[in-house]
């Protein structure tokens, strides 16, 4: 049977409702209840969404109890191992995996948009010198609306792909500032020769008075790190996009909107907060200690970097990040690094203890990815800038995906309203 319907019954009042059950290709199917308070009277709630399904998509698909992930049916692992992150952004937004020429015409396309306006320059300076770089990543991105006009037409599909290719290409600049503005260093402008991630860690780390050539090793790990945090489907930060887009905002907004949300530690902050997590249980044998906080329901502490919403197994992209760390640590002659080796054995008591057995806790992706880019030279304040260059990818592709729609409606959730009911004001003497 390909459609079937669900009944609802209300115990009180006996009235019934046929729902529709709307078919995945994969994974569950969803039951449509868009018609549900029309005529049941009654909303649905679900806080924190652990039930709903916010839109359909063909983007990327996960399975949380197999640990799989998919961008547009390529699983994760066969891209990690064979693809780059310029060709996976182009199965992201146009559903195929590149033909030469189209993936040389992209990448030109890309590289031929990462200058900045220099007008730009001057918010860059408006910045306290120790802002932290995803506040001013929020507000830079943000403003790019007011120097592109001719690509915020969001009925312009031609506008949409401008729009996409310019914030692309654009967030490697606008980290990089972020980061040199920080440290009190002249900014550096893209070379147009090198590759994406290359030209990041170029923009990153070169000074105008000495060469800086990147490590290959360093760039092939970023570029893989990159590929895995392309998207996730409806996160919490891809949620965030889908919901600013919805209401007609321009795409420089909603991406910064996404910045905005991917900035908390329980989702882009979890690599900063793995590492001062780390650096603070300092040696093997605190362990424990912090095992038993991260337990204690009155204590606030979680292990950072374990546990995920849909992931109940271990999360594909953690896998690939731990051999990748590995890889990289005895590359770059850093393989005694404490923090890693403490990284494994917390890893190994938590996946051994019944707590975390029970609840399935594993490590996620950024249980490791924050090792990798201290390797790299990145300073922990870049992690989740670092995972914003990337999700622009998914975010721009979900934003398309969504703009396209034939009936593209406003987000508009509803609520259980549990507050006072009605009441007549009193003047404040009486009070
Ligand atoms: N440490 C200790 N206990 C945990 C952890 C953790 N990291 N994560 C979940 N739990 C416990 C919860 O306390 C809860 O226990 P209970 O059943 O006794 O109440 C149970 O496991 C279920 O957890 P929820 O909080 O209900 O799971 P939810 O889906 O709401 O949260 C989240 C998922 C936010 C990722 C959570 O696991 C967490 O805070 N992890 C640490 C932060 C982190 O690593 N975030 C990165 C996510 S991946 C990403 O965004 C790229």
């Known amino acids: 049977m390909d459609e079937h319907t669900l009944t609802i019954t209300d115990n009180k009042t006996g009235q019934q409702i046929e729902l529709p059950v709307r078919k995945a290709t994969q994974g569950p199917d969803a039951v449509d209840i868009?018609?549900?308070?029309?005529?049941?009277?009654?909303?649905?709630?679900?806080?924190g969404f652990l039930s709903t399904a916010s839109c359909h998509s063909k983007l990327t698909y996960l399975d949380g109890k197999q640990g799989m992930l998919m961008y547009r049916g390529y699983p994760i692992e066969q891209l990690a191992?064979?693809?780059?992150?310029?060709?996976?952004?182009?199965?992201?937004m146009y559903g195929e995996l590149p033909q030469q020429q189209q993936l040389d015409n992209f990448s030109d396309i890309i590289v031929h948009h990462s200058m900045l306006n220099e007008a730009l320059k001057s918010f860059f300076r408006g910045f306290y010198h120790d802002a932290h770089p995803m506040a001013i990543m929020v507000g830079v991105v943000g403003s790019l609306s007011a120097f592109y006009h001719d690509s915020t037409d969001i009925s312009n599909p031609r506008h949409r792909e401008i729009?996409?290719?310019?914030?692309?290409?654009?967030?490697?600049?606008i980290a990089a500032a972020s980061y040199k503005h920080s440290i009190g260093e002249p900014q550096v402008y893209p070379d147009n020769s090198l590759s994406y991630v290359g030209n990041l860690l170029h923009m990153m780390f070169s000074v105008p008075c000495e060469q800086f050539q990147?490590?290959?090793?360093?760039?092939?790990?970023?570029?893989?790190?990159?590929i895995l945090h392309i998207d996730h489907e409806q996160n919490a930060s891809t949620s965030t996009v889908r919901l600013a887009g919805s209401s007609g905002a321009n795409p420089f907004a909603c991406i910064a909107s996404g910045i905005a949300a991917l900035w908390g530690p329980a989702h882009?902050?979890?690599?900063?907060?793995?590492?001062?997590?780390?650096?603070?249980?300092?040696?093997?044998?605190?362990?424990?200690?912090?095992?038993?906080?991260?337990?204690?329901?009155?204590?606030?502490?979680?292990?950072?970097?374990?546990?995920?919403?849909?992931?109940k197994n271990y999360d594909p992209r953690a896998r690939i990040i731990r051999k990748m760390c590995h890889e990289v640590l005895s590359k770059l002659g850093?393989?005694?690094?404490?923090?890693?080796?403490?990284?494994?054995?917390?890893?190994?008591?938590?996946?051994?203890?019944?707590?975390?057995?029970?609840?399935?806790?594993?490590?996620?992706v950024d249980f490791y990815s924050g090792l990798i880019y201290k390797a790299l030279g990145i300073p922990t304040n870049m992690f989740t800038v670092m995972f914003s260059i990337a999700r622009t990818v998914g975010w721009v592709a979900q934003w398309m995906e969504m703009i396209s729609e034939k009936n593209q409606r406003i987000g508009r959730p509803r609520q259980l309203y549990?507050?006072?009911?009605?009441?007549?004001?009193?003047?404040?003497?009486?009070?």
């Open 334 to 364: 850093n393989d005694s690094d404490p923090l890693f080796e403490l990284a494994l054995r917390l890893e190994e008591i938590a996946l051994n203890d019944e707590y975390f057995i029970e609840r399935k806790l594993y490590p996620n």
């Open 81 to 92: 191992e064979h693809s780059n992150f310029i060709e996976v952004a182009h199965l992201m």
């Open 34 to 47: 868009g018609h549900f308070f029309r005529e049941m009277g009654y909303l649905t709630y679900d806080p």
């Open 163 to 173: 729009a996409a290719h310019r914030l692309i290409a654009k967030m490697p600049s």
């Open 418 to 431: 549990i507050g006072p009911t009605k009441r007549d004001y009193v003047p404040i003497g009486n009070r």
């Open 214 to 226: 990147a490590d290959p090793v360093a760039e092939k790990a970023l570029d893989l790190i990159f």
């Open 268 to 311: 882009g902050g979890a690599n900063e907060a793995v590492l001062s997590m780390l650096e603070k249980i300092g040696d093997v044998k605190n362990i424990p200690g912090y095992l038993a906080r991260a337990k204690d329901r009155d204590d606030p502490f979680r292990l950072m970097g374990f546990g995920h919403r849909v992931y």
